[in-house]
């Protein structure tokens, strides 16, 4: 099957940074999601990769190598209200999408 | 109200009973999707549709019927709800094809089975 592998908790330090990872099965790859889901919500997009490499946005960056089946979420400068779960997702070319089961951040002051 | 809603937000049901989730959108996209989310799984299709009167099967259908006679409506029915099918549900839309598009999320539907 397609597994998606990520930790299940990490805890960081507010203000510091954290990467969070991702790794999956390379064969029909189409692209990868990364979306934050805070407790009792719904899972809201963060980012989008296609191509290999690093895209930032802000004080998050999203980074993904193709050939690795390797993508991580990196947030930098954290927040308290960056405590959440974050779901790394890939799209394979049979249109299916297929969701990792999350990693909770916890944040501590 | 713009976006994606669903109906109920919260449910409680006994096994055997017939159960309809409402979802909403106000974007005409054309894909929508229903998805459960349980403690250690990711999110698990359930049903998605392609567009009015085009429905598919998911990862795990058994136990939920879905129809769509119009762009913005999605419900999903347990046609006989049992305990297992206690879950968070939600629906989703996106413009494109799943995996290829950034999908919108309702805000789900906390669903209890006794």
């Known amino acids: 099957g397609q597994n998606i592998d990520q930790p299940t908790e990490m805890t960081a330090t507010e203000g510091a940074i954290v990467q969070i990872n991702c790794t999956y099965q390379t064969s029909g790859f189409n692209g990868l999601f990364w979306y934050q889901q805070h407790a009792g919500e719904a899972p809201t997009f963060l980012s989008y990769?296609?191509l290999d490499g690093l895209e930032e946005k802000g004080r998050f960056s999203s980074f993904l190598s193709r050939s690795k089946g390797y993508s991580y979420l990196l947030l930098k400068e954290l927040q308290m209200k960056d405590s959440a779960s974050y779901l790394c997702?890939?799209?394979?070319?049979?249109?299916?999408?297929?969701w990792g089961a999350g990693t909770k951040l916890i944040i501590k002051p | 109200d713009a976006g994606i809603t669903q109906s109920p937000r919260y449910k409680i049901t006994e096994t055997g009973r017939q159960v309809t989730l409402m979802c909403h959108q106000t974007w005409s996209h054309s894909y929508m999707f229903w998805y459960r989310q349980d403690l250690g799984h990711g999110l698990r299709l359930i049903y998605y549709?392609?567009?009015?009167?085009?429905?598919d099967k998911g990862e795990v259908p058994d136990g939920y019927v879905v129809s769509r006679s119009k762009t913005e409506n999605f419900p999903l029915t347990l046609e006989s709800a049992t305990r297992s099918q206690t879950s968070v549900y939600f629906c989703?839309?996106?413009?494109?094809?799943?995996?290829?598009?950034?999908?919108?999320f309702g805000p789900g539907t906390r669903l209890t089975v006794l």
């Open positions: 549709s392609a567009a009015a009167d085009i429905t």
């Open positions: 997702a890939v799209g394979y070319s049979n249109y299916q999408l297929i």
């Open positions: 989703a839309s996106s413009e494109g094809l799943a995996g290829a598009a950034e999908q919108f």
């Open positions: 990769n296609v």
